[in-house]
């Protein structure tokens, strides 16, 4: 029987997530959309919800206990009750729909507008059209990944399980201690194996050099289809988690410091010249700028009859229009940035609140202790082949020995971190190399677009977050059933397993995490100047 308490947790937590969502869509969402985009909204309301969710459940599995041997029948009063294996299963489902199915094919929904405005027929068009748009994109995304996922399930989807076997044999009799009573005996009245009598039972092989009864063995797992799609998920999600999750890692301390450091000031007039006239010779530069690339695109549309082709962006000329548009969507971003901040120290200055530095500052302290907290975890118990402390696991247990609904807020604090070090990894990234397109979040300017991009990459961080919460901290969640799957089946499925057991990405977070504290010590701030005049497409774009 489920335990009411953790239904009743789970319905909580729900509920907050969804006022949560709901806040932070209505908080951060554009005046151009808040009448516009209901579905495009409910998609970004569910997956946010469903990121959260993912997140939550692990420590709802520890709770939980299923995978305490007990919870067959002869030991419940530790196991909640709940079917975990089917939730998990849920969430493996409704990831990769969100990923891959809903959240592009709303992406291509709304801005199909834009593209008919540029092309001149958004006037007079029929949402059939706008549906039409969207559903010949999806279909080439669909086509490309179901094409990998039903490739990759029947080549790669069996897991090698190793498993040490130990052969023994007992005495024609043996007196077992019970705590029965009465003629009735049960399995449950004998009391559990311990270490010291397992060794005797199988004759203390390892010490005593008869290794003729221990053997290393594999066993072949065909895994299901959710299972694999978790694998599929966490392996495409590593990549991005632990490139950005790596970024974020250091990014995230230093700018929330940052924000304290450059806060508002009161500017004295000689200041308050020289910013306003900066700003406006940087404004007028972007506005010139802004006509020359849309008067060129204009023309190569008009030499081409407005046919690029599909292949138009991996050419050596599209790429460098793509990089010409990402660097003035760069310097847009940085002068908008830049005024806010103006505003801030003159006109809005007496509007601005002083809380928010110093929360801005606490924040920041809080995300270097959490970050280095991190690193020390994978220094001291992911890498080495045999841990050198328990460290957070020890700490979670104590905390659930004392309150266990500390340790499940420690465990979702921690992980709720690594997501959020993943979305400032990619933002971070995408100012300032340009190699991306930026989906900046800022309050009451953020178009639904920008939501469905970082949504999609919460998600797509969701389970190789879990994945890498169940590396780190196995001792605290040895009882779930997330560990049966992402710690055994996922963990060596053929090909993947190789990244997984020689650590890979986790070496590659670290070095990515060095890399990014050094960079961003010789130079912490981003560059807020115009693009110089340089070799490509910009150099047409200055004035002489």
Not at 45 to 60: C, D, E, R, Y
Not at 82 to 106: G, T
Not at 149 to 173: C, D, H, N, V, W
Not at 249 to 267: G, Q, T
Request: glycine share 6%; proline share 4%.
């Amino acid at each position: 029987m489920a335990d009411w308490f953790l239904i009743l947790a789970t319905t909580i937590s729900f509920l907050l997530l969804l006022v949560v969502a709901v806040y932070f869509l209505v908080h951060y969402q554009h005046p151009d959309d808040r009448n516009e985009a209901w579905f495009p909204k409910l998609t970004v309301l569910l997956g946010l919800v469903l990121a959260g969710a993912t997140v939550l459940l692990m420590p709802l599995d520890v709770a939980n206990n299923e995978g305490y041997a007990g919870c067959d029948g002869y030991d419940t009063r530790l196991c909640g009750g709940l079917d975990m294996i089917l939730f998990w299963n849920i969430f493996y489902w409704c990831i990769p729909a969100f990923v891959f199915l809903l959240i592009p094919f709303m992406t291509f929904f709304y801005e199909a507008d834009d593209g008919m405005l540029m092309a001149g027929t958004s006037i007079g068009a029929k949402p059939n059209n706008r549906f039409l748009e969207a559903i010949k994109y999806e279909t080439f995304v669909v086509i490309i990944f179901g094409a990998l996922f039903a490739a990759g399930y029947l080549i790669l989807g069996e897991s090698s399980i190793p498993i040490k076997q130990y052969k023994t044999t007992f005495s024609s009799s043996q007196e077992f201690e019970t705590s029965g009573n009465g003629d009735s005996f049960d399995t449950s009245f004998l009391a559990n194996m311990t270490s010291a009598e397992f060794k005797n039972q199988i004759g203390n092989s390892e010490n005593s050099g008869n290794s003729g009864n221990i053997s290393n063995e594999t066993v072949n797992v065909n895994v299901s289809i959710p299972t694999f799609f978790a694998a599929f998920m966490a392996f495409i999600g590593w990549f991005f988690f632990a490139f950005f999750g790596g970024i974020g890692l250091a990014a995230l301390p230093l700018d929330m410091i940052l924000a304290f450091v450059n806060r508002p000031k009161h500017m004295d007039p000689a200041e308050f010249a020289d910013l306003q006239m900066d700003i406006r010779n940087r404004t007028m530069e972007l506005v010139d700028i802004g006509e020359l690339i849309k008067i060129e695109r204009d023309e190569r549309a008009n030499i081409n009859d407005g046919k690029r082709g599909v292949f138009y962006g991996f050419t050596s000329e599209g790429g460098k229009q793509r990089g010409a548009l990402l660097d003035f969507k760069k310097a847009v971003y940085l002068i908008e940035t830049d005024v806010d901040d103006f505003l801030a120290s003159s006109a809005n200055y007496q509007n601005h609140n002083p809380l928010w530095p110093w929360i801005s500052l606490f924040g920041g302290i809080l995300s270097i202790i959490l970050s280095l907290t991190w690193i020390a975890q994978i220094v001291i118990y992911i890498i080495p082949s045999k841990p050198l402390h328990p460290f957070l696991n020890q700490f979670f247990q104590w905390f659930e020995s004392w309150f266990p609904l500390f340790g499940v807020l420690a465990v979702a604090i921690f992980t709720l971190y690594l997501l959020l070090c993943a979305v400032k990894g990619c933002f971070k990234f995408g100012i300032r190399f340009m190699a991306m397109q930026i989906h900046p979040m800022k309050v009451n300017k953020t178009y639904m677009s920008s939501f469905m991009f970082n949504v999609g990459l919460v998600l797509l961080c969701a389970l190789p977050v879990v994945q890498f919460t169940v590396t780190a901290f196995p001792e605290y969640a040895r009882y779930t059933n997330v560990v049966q799957v992402m710690g055994t089946q996922v963990q060596y499925l053929k090909f993947v397993n190789w990244f997984w057991e020689n650590k890979v990405f986790i070496y590659a977070m670290l070095a990515v995490t060095a890399i990014t504290a050094l960079f961003l010590f010789c130079k912490p701030r981003d560059n807020g100047k115009v693009p110089q005049k340089k070799e490509g497409v910009f150099s047409r774009f200055r004035r002489n």
